[in-house]
């Protein structure tokens, strides 16, 4: 077969940019033009050669960038002074809690202690109080900078033992730890490789907690190329070295398997979910402790999560012929998915919620013989109590426009996190028909009184109705001239439901500005069909969503092209690199965290071949012509004004290459023919976000927001100590 791609290499001997530079302008970036030919269509790559991160030029430029930046962030006037008054407002906030896992008498959660760099591993006993919380690990123990961070974690079901996968530097490249409950010390050798952002990872404990499965990437003696691909299952003896371990034959797993596990005393089984990359596409198999394997469903039959029941039995979500998805059994023993049958058919109001990549579960179980289901109704929160048949019970009561999460079984009772973008997360447990609070909520020096939360409908191009969650003080005159800020994601199914704003938003509203969320297609907020409709060929209609939330801010007279910003990060960030290029004159000022740019050559990535599940490939003309069509690498136009832009990215993200941000800012700096400035910071210390140490994040943040402060000409003054 004849390869779609052929390639030219133009080397050019200019020693600056394509645009004219000023003397107090950007560092110069050279041009090396490579024509690609996709499907006989010629494309160039002005800025190639900053794809090689090994290379000192590349390094030297990426330096050159950060320092370039730091010089106008540093000098505003009030950042210093921001930094600190958020590090204030965080300090005075007591201790947060997230992620629990019931085993045996205790509670396990990740505690967020504002004075630490990294979240630690503590134990609760069952009445949730954390004055008697024990620390388990402390990362910030191990390295007092913050560069380890805890992936995530699993405890064996008596709650003795806890196996822990830890990485450095942001970079979610894991090895798995095992540490005892009680004396806090390790257990045997560690297992290297189990986690990495590619396909995420996860361990499972047996009913005696002497045997763990555990997800594993190809080792150090494998072509570098594989080396985060190809994720198997593996089993381990507690104790043993993990040389002698060995691997769970599964049939048909793809190159970008993303694998779950969770073993159920009560099946007697090993389940195991494998998500096809990152398009929500999953594949479920039993494993019998007598080590038979069952492949209960394929890509294909669209059953997008499963679990295993109290009874043995597995409960699974299904979107076939339901895209706000039903609830499936099938009898314990039963391995024919042909005879599962609908126990909780779809709503009409409703989605039920899609976790995506071993997040949130949508469905639960607690007390022996109830389960919960959760719900999405256009971004905010449902829960709904179930009998194991599919009888309803019970609603929880909720607030009308919050997020539940951390949906866990206690005892006979249902633990579940709530939040709103005006109240901190809390604890409450639901149980005997009572919804009660927990000693566990958080509590938080920042107070929303003042402000109100409207949700609003905009039309997108196409006429789909698009929600906009406006947050705005009480009283805002809409006069065209409110400073504003919209924030937006759309994809992966990944919906943006409600959360705490916190100590940024609250400066932001104190000097005057307004926030709002568009829950845009690609998201799973109204179901899968919502989710396919901003998926592949059809990404477009994703950004003429969010055009058409900041075109109704501005209709509502909220604000003006002159004082309206745009955020977003990592998918969120495609987004704001096509409002950058379809939209140049729509905003102010966009802020864009670790973002994927040229659409081209992202699948060329580890993370990025497995994304091409949910953006396409330019192996299929069609999909190719779709990624060409807005890649807003390829659509940056020379002498067109843009809006002042800020990048951010990490020198350690193993899901979007630095590259995508080093490229995209050298393109717009030589293009844009504004005076408003393009800047890229580069954190030596990170990753795409996750792991970060608080210091770090909090630097990011009030980069963004004083870059935002002084592009919108907003006004902040620093609050009196304790304010």
Known sequence: MRS?????????????????????GPPATRVETVVDTYHGVPVADPYRWLERAEDPAVHAWTTAQTSYARAYLDALPFRAALERHLMHLISQSSTSYADLEAAGTRVFARASDPAKQQPLLVALDRNLDPAHARVVLDPNAIDATGAVAIDWYVPSPDGSKVAVSLSRGGSEDGDLHVFDVATGHEVGAAIPHVQYPTAGGDATWSADGRTIWYTHFPGPDQPAAERHFNQTVWVHQVGADPARDREVALPGLPRVAEITLDHNAAAGALLVTVANGDGGEYAHYLVTDAGVVHQITHFADEATFAALGPDGALYLESQRGAPRRQVLKLARGDYDLADARVIIPPLDDAAIFNAFQGGDAPISF?????????????GPSRLRVFHLDGSHGADVPIPAIARVSEVEGVGNDLVYRVETYLTPPAFRRFGGGRDTATPLGAVSPIAFGDMAVVREMATSKDGTRVPVNVIRKKGTALDGRNPTLLYGYGGYGISQEPRFLGATFRAWFDAGGVFAIANIR???EFGETWHAEGALTHKQNVFDDFAAAAEWLIDAHYTSSDELAMLGGSNGGLLMGAMITQHPGLARAVVSEVGIYDMLRVELDPNGAFNTTEFGTVQHADEFRALYAYSPYHHVVDRTAYPAVLMQTGENDGRVNPMQSRKMTARLQAATSSDRPVLLVTTSAAGHGIGSPLAVRVGQVTDYTAFLFDQLGMHWTPPAQGQ
């Open 4 to 24: 779609i791609l052929a390639v030219t290499v133009l080397v050019s001997l200019a020693a600056y940019s394509l645009g004219v530079v000023a003397a107090d």
């Open 366 to 378: 607690y007390g022996g013989d109830r389960m919960v289901v959760r719900y999405l109704a256009g």
């Open 522 to 524: 690609g998201g799973g």
